[in-house]
């Protein structure tokens, strides 16, 4: 599902080397973290990802395509096959839950009798349905971040990306969301989550991919966060 091979990549800005050789491969169905001191790259992986961020050297290639020298009209379409979960929620405030929902599926361009079966589908999954009326405001954070998780799930995307997703949650809302992206890989979708979550890896002992100053420290399969919280 992914693959980088000898990755780096140079910021121009301040010529930030963040990361440098980095190879790597997920397969489809994979379910893995991605550790590492603040500043380490993870985001910067993730972003090469999504294209946000382009390699200075080496290929990557996702879902099968290789996305090294991808041009800017194919961006849109790359990033309609991966869901894509940021720490803030990115709900929008004055629609409710089933409108937040709705709406991304209209983005994507589904009928509309197929975005309500998907949109409760995915609802379901997170454990949200019965929230389906609520603006954003009304929910905690670990219920808006559910709600995040299923609006990227709408489109059925073979792999989704999560930075930080339980970033701005107390540990017990964070296994929520933790266990519902756990949900989501059962299903077949790849997920990659970058985080400093130690509860909850340590806990779920799935692989750890762990980079440091920007290269590849740890890749274990039952791994440990391995830092200090
Ligand atoms: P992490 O997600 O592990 O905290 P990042 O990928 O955000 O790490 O950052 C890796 C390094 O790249 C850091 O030194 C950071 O300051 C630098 N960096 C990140 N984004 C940019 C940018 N847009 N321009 C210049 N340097 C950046």
Not at 23 to 34: I, K, M, T, V, Y
Not at 139 to 157: C, D, F, N, T, W
Not at 219 to 229: P, T
Request: hydrophobic share 40%; aromatic share 4%.
């Amino acid at each position: 599902m992914i693959e980088l091979k000898s990755v780096g990549v140079t910021y121009p800005t301040g010529n930030v080397t963040a990361l440098t050789d980095i190879s790597l491969a997920l397969p489809a169905g994979d379910f893995a973290f991605l550790v590492g001191p603040t500043g380490a790259g993870k985001s910067t992986l993730l972003k090469l990802l999504y294209a946000d961020v382009r390699a200075t050297s080496g290929s990557i290639s996702v879902a099968g395509r290789d996305i090294t020298k991808i041009i800017p009209h194919e961006i849109p379409a790359l990033r309609r096959q991966m869901g894509i979960v940021l720490q803030d929620y990115g709900l929008l405030p004055q629609r409710t839950v089933w409108e937040n929902m709705m709406f991304a599926c209209e983005v994507l361009g589904l009928p509309r009798p197929e975005a309500r079966q998907r949109v409760r589908e995915r609802l379901e999954q997170v454990g949200m349905l019965s929230r389906c009326d609520a603006f954003p405001a009304q929910l905690s954070g670990g219920e808006q971040q559910r709600v995040a998780i299923a609006r990227a799930l709408v489109g059925k995307p073979a792999l989704l990306i999560a930075d930080e997703p339980t970033g701005n949650l107390d540990p017990e809302t964070s296994a929520g969301v933790m266990d519902a992206l756990l949900a989501v890989s059962d299903e077949g979708t790849t997920v990659l989550v970058a985080t400093h979550d130690k509860n909850a890896v340590d806990r779920l002992r799935r692989r750890v991919i762990a980079i440091e100053r920007g290269t590849l420290a740890r890749d274990e399969a039952e791994g440990a966060y391995g830092y200090a919280s």
